[in-house]
């Protein structure tokens, strides 16, 4: 994107741009030449301001919209702004206590990372996105039980606690026993194993014929090994909370934006997709507007910082989405201090 260079602007000219930009943040709304000159310390007459801002519309970082005589920032407005002007406000003592209270160690690591993800949300108004993880899941204990004759209950109990079940048909031959004996074998024969693992471990004992398993117990653990294989890698790695938080009063005038980003929110793996691209930055990376394509429509912008784990190792992004009006000198500081956070949970 072609953008003229922070230096290339005079003093008077930059400050006129950095105080549009800034009441366009604050209050949403298109900004007036008058608006400006009531500023202290300005001493420029409206017909001055008048001149400076046309100037700054020629070069393509302010746009008057046709309903309104003050003007607004354009994407590229914003991306000098963002890049050459922002004077980036750390995040208050309530703001990082919010953040580290819902940050534990306790629990499955996707519930605290959904939990992060929520008071980010909460904390910048936007929907927050975390990409989770994608950890193999290492079995500690494994049961069935039956719902009827012909399906059961698999339940699998992971190293960290976790707990997850899923609804298996069975042929209705199967005894109570059979599902007692491939309970028995999972949580004595495969616990401390990966799914990946365990069926390579089941394949070679059934092999050497140490399996110790009838034809039906055999079906059992394999179709309820197999089952969470596929499921883990179709499962979302992106969690996103506080889409509601996108429609308020300033959007009340914006409706079909807001609708297509609500839409576009319901893409999780295309939003994956985009959320992932931050993985190489070292710190936060900003899109704003149609600077990626998925949000080319809804003209929102993203803000996400990568989060690590003992060895340095990225192991994902933390993030919120929201319009392109935002306060990005609170909120850029706010994820790059949720991503710092998960990144001493991670260790």
Not at 257 to 263: A, G, I, S, Y
Not at 286 to 293: A, K, Q, T, V
């Amino acid at each position: 994107m072609n953008q003229t260079p922070i230096n290339e602007l005079s003093d008077r000219t930059r400050t006129i741009f950095k105080m549009v930009v800034e009441s366009y943040l604050d209050h949403g709304v298109p900004v007036g030449s008058r608006t400006i000159s009531k500023f202290a310390g300005l001493n420029l007459s409206p017909a001055s301001i008048r001149n400076v801002m046309q100037d700054l519309e020629e070069a393509g970082l302010l746009a008057a919209p046709h309903t309104s005589a003050g003007r607004m920032p354009t994407e590229s407005g914003l991306r000098l702004f963002v890049d050459g002007m922002m004077q980036a406000a750390e995040p208050s003592a309530e703001e990082r206590r919010a953040i580290e209270s819902q940050i534990s160690g306790d629990g499955p690591i996707e519930e605290a990372l959904a939990a992060a993800t929520s008071v980010l949300s909460g904390l910048s108004a936007c929907a927050g996105v975390v990409l989770v993880p994608k950890r193999d899941a290492v079995l500690k204990a494994f049961s069935f039980a039956r719902l009827s004759a012909a399906q059961v209950l698999a339940i699998m109990v992971g190293t960290d606690n976790s707990v997850e079940n899923r609804v298996v048909s069975i042929d209705p031959s199967v005894s109570d026993g059979a599902l007692v004996e491939a309970s028995n074998y999972i949580s004595a024969r495969l616990s401390g194993l990966t799914l990946a693992q365990a069926l390579a471990r089941l394949d070679s004992e059934i092999r050497a014929e140490k399996a110790e398993l009838d034809v039906a117990s055999e079906k059992l653990v394999r179709d309820g090994l197999v089952i969470w294989s596929l499921d883990a890698n179709d499962r979302p790695v992106l969690i996103v909370r506080g889409q509601s938080n996108l429609i308020d009063d300033a959007a009340a005038a914006d409706l079909d934006r807001v609708r297509q980003l609500l839409d576009e929110l319901e893409s999780k793996e295309e939003i994956a997709r985009l959320v992932d691209s931050a993985r190489e930055a070292q710190s936060t990376r900003i899109f704003i507007g149609s600077e990626n394509n998925l949000f080319s429509l809804s003209g929102s912008s993203v803000i996400a910082a990568p989060y690590r784990e003992a060895g340095g190792k990225v192991v994902g992004v933390v993030g919120v989405i929201g319009p392109t009006r935002l306060n990005y000198a609170r909120i850029v500081p706010m994820v790059d201090f949720t991503a710092q956070a998960l990144s001493r949970l991670m260790k």
